[in-house]
Every structure is written in C-alpha cells, then in structure tokens.
C-alpha cells in the first residue's frame, strides 16, 4: 500500500511528533506519513477492541460553494444529493467519460449551496482540475471551487471506546449522531467539524480542525485517550483495518480502468439521474460485466500480495489488489479480479506466490464486520 513519490514529501501538522514517538516513516502519496509505531498487529488490535488514533491530515478537502453549487456537484457526482440535508454526507463517485473512477469522495453538506469534499491524498489536484473543467464546460460560472487541504488537518479516532474518549474531551452531542452524520463541536477547546464515520470498519469519528491547531488537539486526545487505551495507529494498522471490513484503496482496487460495477460501489451509482459517466456506465450494463472484484481467504502457508497472479490451475485468471494478514480473521486474505466464473462464493483458485501456487478460496466481503 506504501506509494513513492519523487517530488519533496510533504508533512502533516503531527510530523514531528510522530518523528518524536518512534515512529517508521514511509513515503505515501508525496507525504511523509507514519507506518506504525509500537507494531501494526498491536495497532490493529487497540482499534478492533479499544480505540486508534490515525493522523490522516494528508486527505484532500475541496469547498465547493455559490450559487448552482448543488447542481453542480449532482452533475459531477454519481450519488443523488437531492435529498442531503445540512449536517448529512454521503460517500460518492467521480467518473470519467468512460465510466472509470476518478475518486471515491466524501460529500459534506455544510449549507444550501455549500459543499465540502474530501479526496484521497493522491488524486486531489486531478480532481480539482477535473472540476474546473467542468465548471468551465458547464457554464457553472457562480461556482466557487477552493481548496482548503492546507488549512484544515483530519484526525480519526477509531473503535468501541472512541465515543467515550470524545465525550470526555466535550463532544458530549457528538455520542447520539447516526452514522454519516456530521456537526461541529468544541472539543477540549478547539473548535471541530466532526462526523460519525471512518475507514476501519469500526465505530468512531473523524474530527477536522484548524492546521494550527491539529497538533494540540492530538495531544490531547492521546492523553484523553490513554485511561481507555487507546493507541495511536499508522498506515500499516489503517491497511490491515479497512482491508478486513473490506474497504477499497484507491490505486488497488480502484482507479480510473475500473467501472463502480466491477468492485462493491454499485450501490453509490443512482442511474435516475444525469451524472458525467452515465452514458458509459449504460452501455456497461448492456454488454454485461467481465470481471468483479472478489475477496478470498489463503488456504496454505503464505501471504498474497499486490501484483501477484491469481491462477485457476496453469492458467492465470486474474491479479491481486490487496492482500496481508489479518489480525481479527487469524488468517492471510486479499481481494483480486477475476472473471465472472470464477467469482462465485467458494471458488477454489491459487495465488502464485513467488512462483509457487498457493491454494485461497474465495469469500463472501466483508471478511470483517462488528456487531
């Protein structure tokens, strides 16, 4: 999961503390970004049965405000945002004319015509100039598209106890709020916009708040955490994590030759209405899909990772985009494309592991869900 960059690797309001705690370093997206600090299965563990903490500051925000705002985006976006209200948001798709991802966002609605997106951290300034393209295009000559990534750090608080820690720290209307909800609150000081969602798989928040004050605002969540064991976790926990709930990695599972039908994002594509990619997500559904994303649980010794083959037999079928160990399962799993035929529940394939073919069975996603 770890991407290089060769331009200067940028740094989080957190850096140094993360520099200061131990922790490894890696390269990810052009940022420097923490991969663990006491140990990812150790991370991993603190999340699924306390809390985690993820310094994920590298995320993209874009505000998209003015008159026409809500047309706009219900253009660009594969999602229906006609029935989005203030303090709601919802996970979306931008797509290209082919019907490929460009990016799965999150969409805030902070206001009538008011908008705020958040991007990964690698496609940021391609989706930015993909939205002024359209903005131009369109005529959306009202529309105000500004990217806020560097006044605005993102921290994720992750688990069963995180709604206690936020509680403590003064997020007390915070404990009630549905999930994919949003408001803001005033915690230990500091003011937040903080909704009820994440990328573990876990109960939990993720807080937006000043660059300035991202820092003081970690430190003191660490310590209001601590009494509730919480831990703060890196990339590799944050990996293991999403990958068990069976979350997509954007550059893995999808990118811009993968169409929402193909992977589990079927159900954010609202054909009733006119998006950019419809047309060719249309004629996808009449010729009928090729291939889908599966999830699959290694049945011999060994661990199935990007890029490896997937081979029913002699013959390779499909491709690897994700695969580790994974500490709440007790196994090695992964997901892969492969042909329709060999998509099915149960299905007996071998993973070529450094050119010996490993025995998996694919699953049923996710291969982790809380109760």
């Excluded at 923490?34 to 140990?39: A, D, F, K, V």
């Excluded at 598209?145 to 994720?156: A, L, N």
């Excluded at 300035?212 to 969540?221: G, M, N």
């Excluded at 079927?266 to 950019?276: C, N, P, Q, S, T």
Aim: a neutral charge; charged letters at 25%; hydrophobic letters at 40%.
């Amino acid at each position: 999961m770890i991407e290089t960059s060769s331009s200067p690797l940028k740094k989080t309001p957190v850096f140094e503390w993360h520099l200061a705690s131990g922790a490894r370093m890696v390269d990810f997206s052009g940022w420097q970004m923490p991969l663990q600090y006491t140990g990812i299965i150790e991370e991993h563990k603190a999340t699924r049965t306390k809390a985690g903490l993820f310094d994920v500051s590298h995320m993209g925000e874009i505000e998209i405000r003015g008159e026409g705002a809500f047309t706009f985006l219900q253009y660009v976006l594969t999602r229906d945002l006609s029935s989005l209200r203030p303090g709601q948001m919802k996970l979306a798709l931008i797509l290209n004319d082919q019907g490929g991802i460009k990016d799965d966002v999150t969409v805030y609605a902070i206001k009538a015509d008011f908008y705020r997106l958040v991007t990964n951290a690698s496609t940021k300034e391609k989706i930015l100039n993909w939205l002024s393209q359209v903005k131009e295009k369109g005529g959306y000559g009202n529309v105000e598209i500004q990217d806020v990534s560097d006044e605005i750090g993102k921290i994720d608080v992750q688990g069963p106890l995180a709604t206690e820690i936020i509680k403590d720290m003064g997020g007390e209307n915070c404990v009630g709020m549905p999930h994919y909800r949003f408001t803001t609150a005033r915690l230990a000081s500091f003011e937040t916009l903080i909704s009820r969602s994440g990328y573990t798989g876990e109960d939990g928040f993720e807080i937006y708040v000043s660059s300035t004050d991202t820092l003081a605002l970690w430190e003191k969540i660490v310590a209001a955490g601590r009494p509730y064991g919480l831990l703060p976790a890196g990339l590799g926990a944050r990996d293991t994590l999403r990958l068990e709930a069976g979350m997509m990695l954007y550059g893995h599972e999808i990118d811009e030759s993968v169409n929402p039908f193909e992977v589990v994002y079927a159900w954010a594509v609202d054909m009733g209405k006119e998006f950019l990619g419809k047309a060719a997500l249309s004629r996808l559904i009449e010729r009928g899909l090729i291939r889908k994303l599966v999830g699959f649980a290694m049945k011999g010794r060994g661990i199935a990772r990007h890029g490896y083959a997937v081979c029913k037999g002699e013959v390779k079928v499909g491709e690897v985009t994700s695969g580790t160990y994974a500490p709440t399962c007790g196994g090695a799993i992964g997901m892969a494309f492969v042909p329709l035929n060999f998509a099915r529940e149960g299905e007996e394939l071998e993973i070529d592991i450094r050119g010996n073919p490993v025995p998996a069975q694919v699953v049923k996603l996710p291969f982790y869900k809380r109760k």
